[in-house]
């Protein structure tokens, strides 16, 4: 059981606070800024590592996808279960974001890639004619490279995730108790950039009936829409990324929940 003496709570939840305590998950919040990285450095957007034997990642139609996400864990305090070493790569590709609905869905890895990189070549990478020829797109959600600043918290269940009904049954709305749940909603959302915790739903949590998807029981990254700096997923919205909590363990990469929805 996690424990905390710092959670801070509204009045009105004071009297669950040991429940709430209870489903404290260990996270690293990120603080993206506007600043230019080295190849190796933790990033949003910008140019990625790549040893000079890999090749870019491209979608399933050939297309090059761009780095979304670069997390070099040497950098980063030491989160239970994530590794303490090696680059973890996010890329996407635009064409996810043709036509699509209020949200999106995929396990497939055909128009996003997952990469990482145990150890780092020690021979320069260099930069690749993909990226170099890369052009203002309109569609992808971060607009400049960012530096990123990580910072480690624990956090409570987010109210709309799927686990509240069973941690929280007490604040889950009737009759009588809406007021609080109300109250939960607007203090834990679990909004904002972050490597573990829990996630940010706009409706509700895709896992919640499905017992094929929850599965996928670790936030492996989370990507909220901030204007000031640049990062929009469409109307407002909200990019994550799930794996299984074992797979994690064995850094094993290759089966990620990757699901963005907006307004």
């Known amino acids: 059981m996690n424990k905390t003496t710092n959670l801070l709570l509204p009045k009105e939840l004071e009297s669950f606070r040991f429940e709430i305590e209870d489903t404290l998950l260990s996270a690293m919040i990120i603080t993206p800024y506007k ?4 190849l190796t450095e933790s990033k949003f957007a910008g140019e990625p590592y790549l040893p000079y034997y890999q ?3 491209k979608d399933i139609t050939g297309e090059p996808m761009r780095l979304l996400a670069q997390i070099n864990f040497a950098e980063m305090p030491a989160l239970k279960d ?3 070493q ?3 790569q996010f890329f ?3 064409n996810i974001f043709a036509n699509a609905d209020h949200y999106h869905e995929d396990i497939f890895q055909q128009f996003y890639k997952i990469r990482f990189y145990p150890t780092l070549n020690s021979e320069a990478a260099v930069p690749r004619q993909e990226f170099l020829a890369q052009t203002a797109d309109d569609w992808f959600p971060i607009q400049q490279e960012l530096a990123l600043q990580l910072r480690p918290i624990q956090e409570p269940v987010s109210a709309l995730d799927h686990r509240a009904i069973h941690y929280l049954p007490s604040l889950i709305p009737s009759s009588e108790d ?3 749940h109300e109250i939960y909603l607007q203090y834990f959302l679990g909004a904002g950039a972050k490597i573990g915790g829990y996630a940010y739903f706009l409706e509700e949590d895709i896992r919640h009936e499905s017992p094929l ?3 996928y029981d670790v936030l492996l990254l989370q990507i909220d829409s901030n204007d000031e700096i640049g990062i929009m997923w469409a109307d407002s919205g909200v990019g994550k990324f799930f794996i299984n909590r074992e797979k994690l363990l064995q850094k094993d990469f290759s089966d990620i929940l990757f699901q963005w929805e907006h307004y």
């Open 35 to 38: 600043r230019s990285t080295t």
């Open 55 to 57: 090749t870019y990642p």
């Open 92 to 94: 996407i590709s635009s």
């Open 178 to 180: 809406i007021d609080l």
């Open 86 to 88: 090696g680059i973890l």
């Open 213 to 215: 998807l929850q599965r």
């Open 82 to 84: 994530f590794p303490s």
